[in-house]
């Protein structure tokens, strides 16, 4: 029986964040309220794609169309939102054996192929997956270009002691020496959410890189995300704000998004190790089994990450472009 890959309406809609909860691949970013406000926020025209076997979901991958200067472009997720994660997401194959969960798979990915083809004729497209997308062959066969990326990811399955104990000799003493009096960590809220998109956006532009997330984006991801949830972490001493941290949390993970930045406050406080900490001991609370530190391809800053004693984590940046090289980079750079 033949994949049937369609744009989900109606009941596929309701049924669409059941999917994403489902799929080992589904992610804050899947799910239908978030994929709106991306749209929203990348002047975007959002396509859900979902196929079914029978009457069997086996797939979800919303994929978003931008058109720039007569240009059409598909994405997943849009670009300048800085969305760790998205692009397709499986359902009902866990069971089945290699060769017969590989060709649905595959029928699944050529059905969305076909569609993207047939309704957008992209010029351009690019996909970053969840890190438990582990099959690039599907993009590859259907002329991507696939590059791995990393991420480090925290096992969160073992007791408090224990994972402290793994961290490195220097992790362990900022966290146990941390006079508690001498700073409050709190998960806020609205205001607290601006606080760490101020000095994010401000440290990346002191070293000249352009910081483009809208304040207004992450607001309603906020506000409009039903089952996951975006805790901004923030560090105060004396009352006032020093540095924050905004994590994503959804299902079993909870991920390293925006912060964790550089402070400029002069204070004798280790302030990320103690944010990265209050995060993971929460998660440890909620039962969680990842914390996602959310990027391991940037050589100075994974020094910091690597004292976690964290997994290495592959995920894939997916590319798709019918012109030659120099031209799909300046088309990129022009809709990012």
Known sequence: MSIDVRVATGD???????????????????????????????????????????????????????????????????????????????????????????????????????????????KYGHVRTATTFDDARPFQWNEYDATPAYTYAVDLERDEDALLMSFSSDARSNVRNADDDAYEIDVGGREEIRLIHEQVRNRY??????????????????????????????????GEFVGGILALEYGDAVGRWLGGVRTDADV???????????????????????????????????????????????YYSLEYGSWGVRQVASLYDSVK
């Not at 607001?219 to 004396?238: C, F, I, K, M, Q």
């Not at 391991?296 to 290495?312: G, H, Q, S, V």
């Open 12 to 122: 596929d809609l309701d049924q669409w964040n059941g999917y994403v909860e489902r799929s080992p691949q589904g992610r804050l970013g899947h799910e239908l309220e978030a994929l709106r406000v991306q749209a929203d926020h990348a002047d975007a025209t959002l396509h859900p794609l979902v196929g079914f076997k029978g009457q069997e979901p086996v797939g979800i991958f919303p994929v978003f169309e931008i058109t720039k200067r007569v240009v059409t472009t598909a994405f997943s997720p849009p670009p300048g939102l800085r969305v760790p994660y998205l692009g397709p997401a499986f359902l009902n194959m866990g069971k089945l054996k290699q060769r017969k969960r590989e060709r649905r798979r595959q029928r699944f990915m050529d059905g969305c192929f076909e569609w993207i083809e047939s309704e957008l004729n992209p």
């Open 268 to 314: 004798d406080v280790p302030t990320n190790d103690l944010l990265d900490w209050a995060i993971m001991r929460d998660g440890l609370e909620h039962g969680l089994g990842t914390y996602d530190l959310v990027g391991a391809d940037t050589r100075r800053i994974n020094r910091y990450k690597a004292k976690f004693n964290p997994e290495l984590r592959t």
């Open 205 to 238: 532009e002191s070293q000249g890189i352009d910081f483009d997330v809208p304040l207004a984006f992450v607001l309603d991801l906020a506000e409009r995300s039903p089952n996951g949830h975006v805790r901004p972490y923030t560090l105060r001493v004396d």
